[in-house]
Antibody, heavy 117, light 106 residues
Framework: EVQLVESGGGLVQPGGSLRLSCTASVFTLSSYWMSWVRQAPGKGLEWVANIKEDGSEKYYVDSVKGRFTISRDNADKSLYLQMNSLRAEDTAVYYC??????????WGQGTMVTVSS | EIVLTQSPGTLSLSPGERATLSCRASQTISSTYLVWYQQKPGQAPSLVIYGASNRATGVPDRFSGSGSGTDFTLTISRLEPEDFAVYYCQLFRGKTFGQGTKVEIK
C-alpha cells in the first residue's frame, strides 16, 4: 500500500526547534513534489511548504519563511521539515503529502506539534 | 491572493439525502486546479475530486464535482453513513484551502 509515515512531533517550548520526518513506502519519492500541510486544533487546513522532485525548488507560506526549512533525501525515501523559532501559533497536526495530478493525493497520518511553555 | 469561501458552514442531512456543497473563489480560476478533500474525525484528509470534476481512485460515483469560473460544487447524490465528514475545497495552484463544510447527520 502506498503510504507516508510522519514522525518527530512533540511538545516544545516557544523559541525551540523540532525536526519532522516523513518516510514514503511503495512509491518512488523522487518522482513527486512533496508538501507539508498543517491543521491547528479544531481549525482548517493550511499548506506550509513544498519541494520539487530533486530538491532544487522550495516554497513556503509567508508565516514560516525564515523559520522552517523543507528538505528531502530521495535515496532514503524521506522528507523533512526543520522548524526553528517555534511559536504558539505553530501548534498543529503536520501532514506529509504527495502532490500528483494537481492535487494532494496521498496523506500521511500526521504528527502533532505542540508549542507551549 | 485568491480566497475560497465554502458554504454552508454546516449541512444537516439524513442518510439517503442529496448534499450540495459550494466553493466560491474571489476571482476566476482554472477548473484544472480546483480540488475537494474529505476529512473524517481523527483522520487525515483524503482526495475526493481533482480538476473540479474528476473522481479520485476508489471514490464512489455518488460523488460528483462541477463548476467553472468562480463557482464550484461538490454533490453527493445519496448520503451514506460514511460520507458524514468535513469537506474542503482547494485551489491547488496557490495551495489555498476553503474553510470547510461539515456534513452532519440530522
Amino acid at each position: 500500500e502506498v503510504q507516508l509515515v510522519e514522525s518527530g512531533g512533540g511538545l516544545v517550548q516557544p523559541g525551540g526547534s523540532l525536526r519532522l520526518s516523513c518516510t514514503a513506502s511503495v512509491f518512488t519519492l523522487s518522482s513527486y513534489w512533496m508538501s507539508w500541510v498543517r491543521q491547528a486544533p479544531g481549525k482548517g487546513l493550511e499548506w506550509v511548504a513544498n519541494i520539487k522532485e530533486d530538491g532544487s525548488e522550495k516554497y513556503y507560506v509567508d508565516s514560516v519563511k525564515g523559520r522552517f526549512t523543507i528538505s528531502r533525501d530521495n535515496a532514503d525515501k524521506s522528507l523533512y521539515l526543520q522548524m526553528n523559532s517555534l511559536r504558539a501559533e505553530d501548534t498543529a497536526v503536520y501532514y506529509c503529502v504527495r502532490e500528483n495530478v494537481q492535487a494532494f493525493d496521498i496523506w500521511g497520518q500526521g504528527t502533532m506539534v505542540t508549542v507551549s511553555s | 491572493e485568491i480566497v475560497l469561501t465554502q458554504s454552508p458552514g454546516t449541512l444537516s442531512l439524513s442518510p439517503g439525502e442529496r448534499a450540495t456543497l459550494s466553493c466560491r473563489a474571489s476571482q476566476t480560476i482554472s477548473s484544472t486546479y480546483l480540488v475537494w478533500y474529505q476529512q473524517k474525525p481523527g483522520q487525515a484528509p483524503s482526495l475526493v475530486i481533482y480538476g473540479a470534476s474528476n473522481r479520485a481512485t476508489g471514490v464512489p460515483d455518488r460523488f460528483s464535482g462541477s463548476g467553472s469560473g468562480t463557482d464550484f460544487t461538490l454533490t453527493i447524490s445519496r448520503l451514506e453513513p460514511e460520507d458524514f465528514a468535513v469537506y474542503y475545497c482547494q485551489l491547488f495552484r496557490g495551495k489555498t484551502f476553503g474553510q470547510g463544510t461539515k456534513v452532519e447527520i440530522k
